[in-house]
């Protein structure tokens, strides 16, 4: 299943050379994996409440192809590339959305983790079936 959120540059995403600041992109792609989590039925803070766990990234690699800057209308793709017992991996793009050309891509592999103990553990059934049956 290929998600896409839609973001905008605002000036405060803006480094002083007018172009987003690289750590922002992972800020953009967190977003578009929490909407995306919100799209299955879940919301973080319900599975913090009721099921007591969180996410967490594990890993980041992002490779950073062309900048965007400000009020560029940016759309943020995601794939579920990897699920496997207590984590998740995904391939993000950022796209400048007018002409659809890449700027930023990035494997993230992120863990579900107790939120007491935060050592992770597998995913509740309601989420691995829902996810597996979304790809």
């Not at 793709?77 to 007018?98: D, G, K, Y």
Request: with cysteine.
């Amino acid at each position: 299943m290929e998600f896409s959120w839609p973001v905008r540059v605002y000036y405060e995403d803006t480094d002083s050379g007018g172009v987003v600041y690289y750590a922002n992109y992972l800020k953009f792609m967190e977003r578009a994996r929490s909407e995306w989590l919100r799209a299955l039925g879940f919301e973080q803070d319900v599975l913090w409440q009721q099921q007591g766990i969180v996410f967490a990234v594990r890993r980041a690699e992002v490779d950073f192809r062309s900048p965007a800057r400000f009020n560029d209308a940016l759309t943020v793709v995601s794939r579920v590339a990897e699920l496997r017992r207590a984590s998740l991996t995904f391939h993000q793009e950022i796209l400048r959305t007018e002409e659809g050309r890449l700027l930023v891509s990035g494997e993230i592999q992120v863990v579900c983790v107790d939120r007491k103990r935060f050592r992770p553990v597998a995913f509740p059934e309601n989420i691995t079936e829902r996810v597996a049956n979304a790809e």
